[in-house]
């Protein structure tokens, strides 16, 4: 089971200014894509960025890892659901389709993604606010909740919980010395997310 995940924060200056350029805009999107988007009112330009690094990260532990190129991925369809946005996005070049949710408020956007035939109800996702600015202890804080987390969910010691990262620089779990369950992690200005699946 495989997980990917972004958050972009939407009132940081750089965000707001290159998700509104409309250049920036049509540089990651294709005429399909954009059509589809018609049903978001703003935001649309973070959605898609969002979904396709999270599509990134995702072949980026399934397949060979490959650099980002927002064209090797491509919105196939999206629709509002509850609170969220459903899509699916498809990785062009291995015709992989995979499938998420993405939540946005005013001050953030998060977006996940998992193969296409994995179950949904077996994810658990949380987004929380930085304590600092300071990128050092931001790493940390996010590791040591994800560890705390995962902790209470397997009844477990958290030291027994350890973060690590494979050669390709992919972040991965171990609980008790055996790697499990599948992890993403991602931050943008004060704000944080991780998702995990079981």
Same mark, same amino acid.
């Given at each position: 089971?495989?997980i990917g995940n972004?958050? +972009? *924060?939407?009132?940081?200056?750089?965000?707001?200014?290159?998700?509104?350029? *409309?250049?920036?805009?049509?540089? +990651?999107?294709?005429?399909?894509?954009?059509?589809?988007?018609?049903?978001?009112?703003?935001?649309?330009?973070?959605?898609?960025?969002?979904?396709?690094?999270?599509?990134?990260?995702?072949?980026?532990?399934?397949?060979?890892?490959?650099?980002?190129?927002?064209?090797?991925?491509?919105?196939?369809?999206?629709?509002?659901?509850?609170?969220?946005? @459903?899509?699916?996005?498809?990785?062009?070049?291995?015709?992989?389709?995979?499938?998420?949710?993405?939540? $946005?408020?005013?001050?953030?956007?998060?977006?996940?993604?998992?193969?296409?035939?994995?179950?949904?109800?077996?994810?658990?996702?949380?987004?929380?606010?930085?304590?600092?600015?300071?990128?050092?202890?931001?790493?940390?804080? +996010?590791?040591? +909740?994800?560890?705390?987390?995962?902790?209470?969910?397997?009844?477990?010691? *958290?030291r027994k919980i350890?973060?690590?990262?494979?050669?390709?620089?992919?972040?991965?779990?171990?609980? @008790?010395?055996? $790697?499990?369950?599948?992890?993403?992690?991602?931050?943008?200005? @004060?704000?944080?997310?991780?998702?995990?699946?079981?």
């Amino acid at each position: 089971m495989y997980i990917g995940n972004d958050i +972009i *924060a939407l009132k940081e200056s750089f965000n707001s200014s290159s998700f509104s350029n *409309a250049r920036y805009y049509n540089k +990651i999107s294709d005429i399909a894509e954009r059509d589809l988007l018609v049903i978001v009112e703003n935001n649309a330009s973070a959605l898609l960025w969002s979904l396709k690094e999270s599509a990134y990260k995702l072949c980026s532990k399934m397949c060979t890892p490959i650099p980002f190129n927002p064209k090797h991925f491509r919105l196939i369809d999206i629709a509002e659901k509850n609170l969220f946005l @459903e899509s699916k996005v498809e990785f062009v070049n291995n015709q992989l389709v995979f499938q998420g949710k993405t939540f $946005i408020c005013d001050d953030y956007l998060h977006s996940w993604l998992m193969p296409l035939d994995q179950d949904q109800s077996k994810l658990k996702s949380e987004v929380f606010a930085f304590e600092s600015s300071d990128e050092e202890q931001n790493s940390y804080q +996010i590791k040591q +909740i994800l560890r705390k987390k995962l902790a209470g969910f397997y009844g477990l010691n *958290a030291r027994k919980i350890k973060l690590q990262k494979d050669r390709n620089g992919i972040p991965f779990v171990t609980l @008790e010395g055996r $790697i499990s369950p599948d992890i993403s992690l991602s931050h943008d200005g @004060e704000y944080a997310a991780y998702t995990f699946v079981y």
